[in-house]
Structure formats: C-alpha cells, structure tokens
C-alpha cells in the first residue's frame, strides 16, 4: 500500500469518527420550558373550569326558570281550592240551626247547601316536574344555596297538605259519606242530579222532599258530628292552602326579583 492510499484511509477514519459539537442546555431553560408547559396546563384548567362554570350556571338558571312556572301553575290552583273550601266552609257554618230544625220535625233550606257541599273533596297537588328533575338529575348542588333551601321548604310544605288530604281529610270525608248513604232518602237523593250520566255534581233546584230520614236520632246525630267534624278538616286544609300559597307568592318575587324573571 502506497502513502497516498494510507493518507487516504487515514482521512476517512478522521471522517467518520467526527461528531458535531452539540452544545448543551442551560437548568435555566430546561426551568422556562417547564414553566411554559405548566402555565399552558394550569390556563386550559382555568378556561374549562370557566366554561363549566358558565355552563351550569346557565343551567341552574333554567331550573329557577322551570320551578317559577310551576309556582305560577299551583297559585292558580291554590287560589281555586281557597275559594272552593271558602263556600263550603259558609255552607257548613249553619249545622246547629240545621240540626235543631231536624229534630223537630222540619226541613231547613239550609241542609242542601250543607250536603251538596260535603258530599266531595278537591285536594291540592303540586306541579312537581322541577323538583323532580332538581332531585333526580342532582340539580340542587346548581343553585345557591338560598335558593335551593327555598325551593326544598315550599316543597316539604306542600307535601305535608298532600299527607294531610290522603289521610285526615279523606278519612273525614268517608266516614261522613258512609253515614249520610245510611240517613238520606232515594227519591230526593237521586233528584239532587238531573243529569248524572253527564254531570255529577248535586244540584237543590226543584228539590221539595224530605231529604235526610229523622226517625234515627242516633244515626242523625251521629252525621251531624262527622259533619262538624268535616267542618274543622276543611278550616285546616283551607288554612295550610292558604300558608302554602303565601309561600309561593313570596318566592315568586324573590325569583322574579333576583333573576330578572318574568
């Protein structure tokens, strides 16, 4: 082998065992790459909290919304069964004349008033759907706390005039009804409705018989003790309606007040 080739072999060694000089980072950079990294992490948490933010405040916002319309619904409703117990009260206010008149033989104007008005019920039900939905769906942890603390008391509220109709009041109701089926007379019964196949609500008009049968006095004061106390059933449940319906007047301004409803 000649020197020229040798010089040659030589340089190629020198050439493929050459390595570039990479420089090497400062701790300084390797901390400001780090940094940056973690900033742009922790801004996107920050922007996603945000927006979750928005999201389920606009969300707890639909269901004030939704609950507003109900309350608006059950005042309605509570208005009419105030009203209505209001007339029955009037109507049963008059059972000791009533009473003293029977025993004597005589048919006061009064007692048709009395049975038209005792012979029937109308409880109250809230329009549940918001809450049912604040229940289910864990919509409660959307509001604030005022609010869903106001919205959980309407609602034990009305639940316990609900429990008072399926229990007190209906009880009140059938013993009275299973009574007065015992005491009244067919013929003039069965006037009481000119159309019962299509209206099945007792109507005095024409209405020139005995109604009830007086030769029972045991079974007759027995009636007229479940009347009176039907009576102070009716003055109960109109009073917990009237409660109820102040309640949902009072939320009704809060939330059309506090969340610009309308």
Known sequence: MNNSTKNQNSEYKMEVHHHPHVEKKRFKEYILEFLMI????????????????????????????????????????????????????????????CYDSLLKGQTPVSLLGIVKHS???NPFQMNGRTFGQ?????GFRLLPKTAADSIISYQKQGNNIEEYQSTLYQQSQDNLRNTFNEIVDFIPYSKLYSNVGEIPIPDA???????????????????????????????????????????????????KYDYHLE
Request: charged share 25%; with cysteine.
């Open 205 to 255: 008009t024409g209405i020139n018989q005995p109604l009830i049968l007086c030769s029972d006095k045991v079974l007759l004061r027995k009636y007229f003790n479940q009347l009176f106390q039907y009576l102070r059933v009716i003055v109960q449940h109109r009073n917990g309606l009237k409660r109820l319906r102040d309640k949902a007047n009072i939320l009704l301004s809060y939330f």
């Open 38 to 97: 973690f900033f742009a992490v922790f801004l996107g948490f920050i922007a996603e909290n945000i927006r979750e933010n928005i999201v389920e405040k606009e969300k707890g916002k639909q269901y004030i919304q939704s609950f507003y319309e109900d309350l608006k619904t059950d005042t309605v409703r509570l208005n009419y069964l105030i009203d209505f117990e209001a007339k029955k009260i009037a109507a049963l206010n008059v059972l000791v004349p």
């Open 119 to 121: 012979l029937s019920n």
């Open 134 to 138: 604040l229940t289910n769906g864990g």
